[in-house]
């Protein structure tokens, strides 16, 4: 059973960088071929699919985050990081990780609870 959770402060002001660690288990993260993706909900509003870094390194971003959006991984503590510039309160969101079989949408099979990030002075 893959398990995914992530981390990061809560807490974030506005202009700075926002930084989350999503932490798997039960799976390593290199394993073909699957996408490790960072998606997230403003509230009222729906999913928005971030990014993905994929089980060979290569990383893929939304085109409206790109210029602030970086994904990297750490192979040997088995977990990926999500870091997003220059934030405003726009940025408040639930942010979760997930494992995906693919780039497309509802290709997800294994979830992290969420984190809750607001952006505010």
């Known amino acids: 059973q893959v398990q995914l959770q992530e981390s990061g402060p809560g807490l974030v002001k506005p202009s700075q960088t926002l930084s989350l660690t999503c932490t798997v288990s039960?799976?390593?993260?290199?394993?073909?071929?699957?996408?490790w993706s960072w998606i997230r909900q403003p509230p009222g509003k729906g999913l928005e699919w971030m990014g993905a870094?994929?089980?060979?390194?290569?990383?893929y971003y939304s085109p409206s985050l790109k210029s602030r959006t970086s994904i990297s991984r750490d192979t040997s503590k088995n977990q990926f990081t999500l870091q997003l510039s220059s934030v405003t309160p726009e940025d408040t969101a639930v942010y979760y990780c997930?494992?995906?079989?693919?780039?497309?949408?509802?290709?997800?099979?294994?979830w992290g609870q969420g984190t809750q990030v607001t952006v505010s002075s």
């Open positions: 997930a494992r995906a079989i693919g780039l497309g949408p509802d290709e997800y099979d294994y």
């Open positions: 870094i994929a089980y060979s390194g290569s990383t």
């Open positions: 039960g799976g390593s993260i290199t394993t073909n071929y699957y996408y």
